[in-house]
């Protein structure tokens, strides 16, 4: 599975717009992006997951550029029910499922 | 409600007991796997399954021990719990290879 590298933490305030970028220069051909979220004491929670360019759910937003070495994820004007850690998984997992996760981003939604 | 399945939500063993953590999906998903998360810690993965009697191991299997003996359910057995086993364990179901996984609520486990 390709290597990620993401922001171990981010602020923003309300109503604000939040773009955490992804980081996955070894991304292989078959390999999708999927991103999570986690809440304290919860299991993680799929958000989107994209292939290439863009994609858009009723959540967030998921833009892949054309080389597919990085993904941002998007999250229009952030309230504080935001407040999260944010997965990045890439990989297409071939003939089996081995999803690893790191350690994500915290993103703190601050009034 | 559909939905992956985790008991017991707590548990608090000795160290040298042997318990089964249990995980059932009801939404007819093939692949399903177990991982412990640590505090600040992201989550790794101990074993995963592909379907009913198949099975594999992860990242930090040693301790564990799963079977798969059908499509809904996939038990996670310690066998001699030590304290480095406290941790929070989720279950997770995936309907295809790409991902989009499920997760249930996550069993808090302490060993003393």
């Known amino acids: 599975l390709a290597k990620t590298t993401q922001p171990i933490s981010m602020d923003s305030y309300e109503g604000q717009e939040v773009n955490i970028t992804c980081s996955h220069n070894?991304?292989?051909?078959?390999?999708?992006i999927t991103w999570y979220q986690q809440f304290p004491s919860q299991g993680p929670r799929f958000i989107i997951q994209g292939y290439k360019t863009k994609v858009t759910n009723e959540v967030a937003s998921l833009f892949i550029p054309a080389d597919r070495k990085s993904s941002t994820l998007s999250l229009p004007r952030v309230s504080l029910s935001d407040t999260a850690v944010y997965y990045c998984l890439v990989g297409d997992f071939g003939g089996y499922q081995k999803v690893t996760f790191g350690t994500g981003t915290k993103l703190q939604v601050i009034p | 409600n559909a939905g992956v399945t985790q008991t017991p939500k707590f548990q608090v063993l000795k160290t040298g007991q042997s318990m089964t953590l249990q995980c059932a999906q009801d939404?007819?998903?093939?692949?399903m796997s177990w991982y412990r998360q640590d505090p600040g810690m992201g989550l790794r993965l101990i074993h995963y399954s592909v379907g009913a009697g198949i099975t594999d191991q992860g990242e930090v299997p040693n301790g564990y021990n799963v079977s798969r003996s059908t499509t809904e359910d996939f038990p996670l057995r310690l066998l001699s719990a030590a304290p480095s086993q406290t941790s929070v364990y989720f279950c997770?179901?995936?309907?295809?290879?790409?991902?989009?996984?499920?997760f249930g609520s996550g069993t808090r486990l302490t060993v003393v």
């Open positions: 070894n991304i292989a051909t078959n390999d999708y």
């Open positions: 939404m007819n998903h093939e692949y």
């Open positions: 997770a179901s995936s309907y295809d290879r790409a991902g989009g996984y499920t």
